[in-house]
């Protein structure tokens, strides 16, 4: 089984940037594709960033983050990153990643990103 450990949130004023890791174990990383979820107080669970296991990595946004967050990952690291940039008070949730398919690994504890004045 994988495990997913998340860091790198923290308190951020708006319009300050954050960039979150999660690195996994095991060796079936790279051939997956690869996400970055939130889940805010009260709310699901949501896919905001993904990426491709594929050589260049093609990667899609939900549309209130695109052009503000960017997924890269190194497979020789078994980590996925995500920069977030321009941040907002509303990208305030706990941050995980797992792989996207319809069965996950198990979550890990996730990062916190709180964006507050």
């Known amino acids: 089984q994988v495990q997913l450990v998340e860091s ?12 979150l890791s999660c690195a996994a174990s095991g060796s079936v990383f790279s051939i997956y594709t690869m996400g970055w979820y939130r889940q805010a107080p009260g709310k699901q669970r949501e896919l905001v960033a993904r990426i491709s296991s594929a050589g260049g990595g093609s990667t899609n946004y939900t549309d209130s983050v695109k052009g503000r967050f960017t997924i ?10 995500l920069q977030m940039n321009s941040l907002k008070p509303e990208d305030t949730a706990v941050y995980y990643c797992n792989r996207v398919r319809a069965v996950k690994w198990s979550w890990g504890q996730g990062t916190q990103v709180t964006v507050s004045s």
């Open 8 to 19: 790198g949130g923290g308190l951020v004023q708006p319009g300050g940037s954050l960039r």
């Open 72 to 81: 890269s990952r190194d497979n020789a690291k078994n980590t996925v990153y």
